[in-house]
């Protein structure tokens, strides 16, 4: 750590050339810009869920921390007036942006994998008595001098400097450490680990060497990966239903035949009854609305009864792959009615709402081995529903 005791004691040192200053400056510039487009892009992203808007603010944050850091470079290099309390200044802006982007990760690694810790206000305040801590540490510190002194004719590190940084790497590493305590059932982990493991990565070697714009290229990168799959799930999600469409079940379905255990894997296929009559009688603005009724039920389903994923795969039809046992087959199609049923039942509908399901299984040395063939049995199995009425349901509504 000698390094950040000589960037501490004598930042200009760690500048020593106008080059450094330049380079430095410019990537900085090249970050900036980069995540002021990233924050603009995303604004227009219609699915403005609770983790795409810390999302934003975290861009809008490291977009802070980059002028931030071209400050300090201009303060370090004698560019503006070099004095103890210029460079506190910019220390400070520098910390207390870290600390705030640090938090932030926390709450967005939660928040993107659907965690209900930060749903209540409490919770949140308590995670930000870190950060809160070192803010106040750091107004305190001309006075106090822990964290930073600025009593000399150069600013130094005080006695209790690694109790700030320990405290702001503290987020990353909570957050890393819940991320994987869920363990690889949630398809979300890659994403939410993105940013901690990142961070954690490079702090450290920001601090170990100053003349290398580690977190600045990090943070981008991050950013980057995150807007990626953000895209990626934009093609990959019905824009009427809010739910998975066929590309994205597909990619899903193809990804448990390569990874997971097959020999319990059900695929239910889910139509709407004569849904072209409910357009034809009473619109289509009727017609979307059972189909978003459908789509709502079979998520509520999935988040609160089985782990499952469901997708619109086509039209009127709605496919869920799952994971069970032959004797959960009963209990999991009498879930779906009722989650069915109860969403239909609070809103004012006009007409029956009337739903048929069919179901396959993988087996070996089948049909349904391949994808193509269990999506067709379960399409088979549907129609053979359809016409038999065996798992037909009805919910009333207004007529």
């Not at 964290?147 to 702001?168: N, P, R």
């Not at 296929?269 to 619109?283: T, Y």
Request: proline share 3%; hydrophobic share 45%; aromatic share 14%.
């Amino acid at each position: 750590m000698e390094n950040l005791s000589r960037l501490m004691q004598d930042t200009s040192a760690a500048f020593n050339s106008s080059g450094y200053a330049f380079f430095t400056i410019e990537a900085h510039i090249f970050c900036a810009v980069i995540l002021i487009i990233l924050f603009f892009r995303q604004q227009n992203f219609s699915d403005q869920k609770e983790a795409r808007i810390i999302w934003s603010k975290i861009l809008f944050a490291q977009f802070l921390y980059c002028l931030a850091k071209i400050f300090r470079v201009l303060v370090d290099v004698n560019i503006i007036n070099n004095s103890p309390f210029l460079q506190y200044i910019a220390a400070f802006i520098n910390f207390a942006l870290f600390g705030f982007i640090s938090w932030l990760v926390l709450m967005y690694s939660e928040l993107y994998q659907d965690s209900k810790i930060f749903d209540s206000l409490r919770n949140k305040i308590i995670s930000a008595l870190p950060f809160a801590f070192n803010v106040i540490m750091l107004l305190l510190t001309p006075f106090t001098r822990l964290y930073l002194d600025i009593s000399g004719s150069v600013m130094k590190e005080g006695s209790l400097l690694y109790l700030m940084l320990t405290l702001d790497l503290l987020y990353p590493v909570i957050a890393l450490f819940l991320v994987y305590s869920r363990g690889r059932n949630s398809n979300k982990y890659e994403i939410a680990a993105i940013y901690p493991a990142l961070f954690l990565i490079f702090a450290p070697a920001q601090l170990l060497n100053p003349r290398v714009p580690f977190l600045c290229f990090a943070m981008i990168l991050a950013d980057l990966l995150v807007y990626i799959n953000y895209v990626d799930s934009l093609i990959s999600i019905d824009p009427l239903t809010k739910i998975s469409n066929r590309n994205g079940f597909i990619r899903d379905l193809t990804h448990k035949f390569m990874t997971e255990d097959r020999e319990n894997l059900y695929l239910f296929a889910i139509d709407i009854e004569d849904l072209s009559a409910i357009n034809s009688k009473f619109g289509r603005l009727e017609g979307d609305k059972a189909l978003i009724i459908t789509a709502q039920a079979l998520k509520n389903f999935s988040e609160h009864e089985y782990s499952c994923y469901i997708a619109r795969y086509y039209g009127d039809e709605f496919m869920i792959s799952a994971n069970l046992n032959n004797n959960e087959i009963e209990i999991f199609t009498e879930r779906i009615r009722n989650y069915i049923s109860n969403e239909a039942a609070k809103n004012n509908l006009k007409f029956f709402l009337r739903v048929n399901v069919g179901f396959a299984k993988y087996e070996n040395y089948s049909r349904t081995e391949t994808i193509s063939g269990l999506i067709n049995e379960s399409v088979r199995s549907l129609n053979e529903s359809r016409e038999q009425r065996r798992f037909n349901t009805a919910w009333p509504g207004n007529k």
